[in-house]
């Protein structure tokens, strides 16, 4: 468990810069992943562990067998709708902001305006600050609570559009160019390949915000999560089941949600020369986009882009700075070179490269 | 120019023709003139403006990242061009005004060699990443999005009721922005005031011939000309020292082949015809010519070993006067006194066959060198039988023309590969890599999208999906052991050297000629087999 209270007060240490054992005691990197060895927890860990702090409930991040998972509430909701009520021992939801003794630390959350219940983990330890951000984004999302910059020592950080060729434009536009496909083309069925946790929602959100009142049609695949999105105050509309085939029919001209997957396998042929849509950051990049035979890539990302990521690791004024996965190599090259920064890629290898594991996984 | 640039991101990821059409028509409806008509002209390669050079934008580029993050991005992305869309800083202040196309276009168009990078990066500051990537795609004439000219202007035909053919008669007539075409098209003037210059006519296609059609046919009402493997073009002089040389489609080739149009602009005509190579009086094969195709601009030394020529076997208008509803004996004594006229080398006539009965012409196809071809025998690829009275219609109309190949080359391959088709196939396996063994292990030499039934296509889609070994995106690898995978008939018409494909073969129009589901592939045939028909080099 982790309400392990403790009295004694950690000593402050007397400058900001942390000196080079409270650095190793606050976080340090082990076969399992990132671990606090002064609380005695990991975090994301890639293999099961005692006491694991979970940012947010994508695959890789979120793992199950662990014997105590600290999470917010959200993040142990969905952990619990995919994996079931046993995939951990005991879970404790924390809400954002407030403060928990952990070992000789204390940690709070803080969003991280990735997916509903997405959470930094800041770890306080003898008056230095980690802060460990999951996967994150900056810019407004009505499906979750907006990212939070945190003043902090140690930026822990993915790089998952760490080239300075990612530049999301805003999601409006990208369902603009989706609502003008579905008026041009109004006897096609448009699928729309989204992440099921997350993004899906995301995308459905964001239509309604652009006055898209038609019923959205569901993939199997995207029911649980969505209700869930629902029962936690997001409004989602006219959603409606998409199971059995003669259902295609009704979704003719209309919109139709489902895993990346299912838009190249056996399930996608009911439709009849269906719209091939794919909302992922990804989309920016041709090559990219081409593999997966899109005709209409939607460039709409849960991730930071480069302008985004660069500012991020700005605003909380780090010394030093750990980048998780992703395109490593360009974020460490500009933190050394145009912020001076320390910086290290972790070259963590259980996290999915392309920072969004549900479809490929 | 951010409508257009969307309408070229949009229509790159698009492969049905039917969806292209109604892309392109909607935005030409729906933009104003002057844009709609520069836009239409790039589509149909009638603006041509690609002059920029990769390496001023690469400097370009440089002059405004860090090299570092513009080497990793580059080679994360792949291509020039794009990277520089996706990379080139937003200036602090963004003219909020959209840059049109026609700004672009105008601005390209009266700025000089020295002018062109500050040009260039003015428009890039004024650009989004959609905008940007189509601009430098336009200017660097790398634009592809399999828009042929012929479907931009069946597009723009569709936005009134005016068929591609009736826009090729006049298309001579206009320039860009085509203001009068679009008054046309939409009803406002009733006709186009056309003048004859340098004009593309609509070429008369043939039909397919089976050999039990030709006992129906006289052979004393036909022309019986070689058919040469070759591309087909229509080169048009103006009489005035300009000219211009068409595929069969409308695209203008004459920059691919300055030879051609240069050597031609004699006399005052527009020609039928085909393009070949020759050298020292001999074609050389179709791999020669592939070669000069696949070049937008061609060297000098190029064009000095691969020298273009033209066979012209129609005359379509001779010193203004349209030629076209003549009977064919009427355009071809026209034509043979023309060709009279002309000494230069890269052109000459396309003689007659010497066939003159059912059997004659059945043997001229088998063995061309002993009708008339003699050392061209090699590049007849078979016969046309013409209607000595049609007239020169646009089009495939029926009992006119003939066309009847050679047998074409066949043998047994196997399934390799597979991809999703486009359009109604999009949701089949329906793009297939076949190969053949070579010292025990199966090479692949050639790709195959049709030549099946619906009924087969779904079949071959059931097996693909129930022996696929590995996916790599869109594709799948399919078994192909001995004893286990799917043997196809594939037939061709013929067979040249690349460097290009694993096998160092190339075929050409390889289709499905039928599938051999009582075959393993164990019994599918070598390379040695396609090695003895390659054409004589
Ligand atoms: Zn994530
Ligand atoms: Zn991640």
Redesign the pocket.
Known sequence: MFRRPRERAAPRATNSDMNADASAQILTLTEAGLYCPAGGFHIDPLRPVDRAVVTHG?A??ARPGHRAVLATGETLDIMVARYGETCFGTGQALAYGAPLKVGDTTVTLHPAGHILGSAQVAIAYRGARAVVS??YKTRPDPTCAAYEPVACDVFVS?A?FGLPVFRHPPPQQEIGKLLRSLAQFPERTHLVGAYPLGKAQRVIRLLRDAGYDAPIFLHGAMGTLTQLYERHGVALGDLRPLEAADKSVAARGGVVVCPPSATTDRWSRRFVDPVVAFASGWMRVRARARQRGVELPLVISDHVDWTELTAAVEATGCRQLWVT?GQEDALVHWAQQARGLAARPLRLLG??ED?E?EGAA | MKAFAELLDRLSWTGGRNAKLRLIADYLKTTPDPGRGYALAILTGDLDLGDARPGLIRKLIAERTDPTLFALSYDYVGDLSETVALLWPAPHTRANADLSLGDVVERLRETGRAMLPGVIAECLDRLDETGRWAFLKIITGALRIGVSARLAKTAAGMIGDKAADEIEEVWHALAPPYRDLFDWIEGRIDAIATKDAIAFRPPMLAHPLEREDLAALDPADFAVEWKWDGVRAQIVSDGRGGAALYSRTGENMSRAFPDLAQGLCVGHAALDGEVLVVRAGAILPFSALQQRLNRKTPGVKLMADLPGHFRAYDILSLDGEDLRALPLSARRARLEEFARTIAAPCFSLSPLTDARTHAQIAAARMNPAAFGAGADGPAVEGLMLKRWDSPYLPGRPRGLWWKWKRDPFEVDAVLMYAQRGHGKRSSFYSDYTFGVWRAGALVPVGKAYSGFTDEELARIDRFVRANTTNRFGPVREVRHEPERGLVFEVAFEGLNRSARNKSGLAMRFPRIARIRWDKHPKDADRIETLERMLDPA
């Open positions: 994508h890789d991040h999951g996967d993915e998952t996965h996290y999915a920072g594991p």
